[in-house]
């Protein structure tokens, strides 16, 4: 676990490209999300007030994943 939490707290958050890291790492270590599914993400595909994200798989399948 040690080797997650410095993986996941090595972005600088105070720069903009860091925050976006520290987010994309953090919602990939808690969603299960592939990386090409989380790359793929659009604006449209988040509802944050219902807390999940639309992601495209394998085969332009689509799934619900829970944030």
Known sequence: ??????LIEAPDIRR?????DRALLEL???SGLRASEALGLRAE???????YVMAT???NRQRLVPV
């Open 45 to 51: 595909d988040v509802n944050f007030s219902a807390g």
């Open 16 to 20: 903009p490209d860091g925050l976006r």
């Open 1 to 6: 676990m040690p080797d997650v939490t410095a």
């Open 28 to 30: 990939l270590y808690a």
């Open 57 to 59: 798989g394998k085969g």
